[in-house]
């Protein structure tokens, strides 16, 4: 399958690659942020996520090995033990203050389907399947006029 041959699940075009650049905790607000970084470019995304996703996450950026599955461990074997494999994670809208995402899978026989996902679920597993992750340009945008950026 040829990516954009299916409405639902976006080529990579409108969609800008990014990097995990920084994590910030907030102790006076009670608010972990993580910051993606457009690759080769400036602008930045921060995300506010919960505390079990900042720690996965902190966890892998460390190189530290639970010594059991962690959530985000256990989703990225399952998907492999099926045969399939994390092309790419989708930052795909905000709506209300709430950014949107989607896992894009790809199955044993070669077909991509689209998963619906929290960003920050998201952020943890494409780090532990070494997947791309892109936001959409306009939500780039559209955070950036928020900001007056």
């Known amino acids: 399958m040829i990516m954009g041959d299916t409405p639902d699940i ?7 690659q990014m990097e995990v650049t920084r994590i ?15 690759l080769g470019g400036n602008r930045l ?6 505390i079990s996703e900042v720690t996965a996450i902190k966890m892998k950026i460390s190189g530290i090995q639970p010594p059991r599955p962690l959530t985000h461990d256990l989703l990225r ?3 492999t033990q099926l045969g399939a494999s994390l ?31 929290r960003p920050s679920d998201s952020i943890a597993l494409a780090l532990r399947a070494d997947a791309p992750i892109f936001v959409a340009d306009d939500v780039l945008n559209q955070v950036a006029s928020s900001y007056g950026l």
């Open 24 to 38: 910030r905790i907030d102790e006076r607000r009670g608010e972990q942020v993580i910051v993606l970084k457009e």
């Open 45 to 50: 995304l921060p995300i506010i996520i919960g």
């Open 87 to 117: 092309e790419r994670v989708v930052i795909s809208k905000l709506e209300f203050n709430t950014f949107f995402a989607k896992l894009i899978l790809k199955t044993r026989d070669g077909k991509l389907e689209e998963v619906d996902a």
């Open 10 to 16: 976006p080529s990579n075009d409108g969609l800008i």
């Open 77 to 79: 074997n399952a998907i």
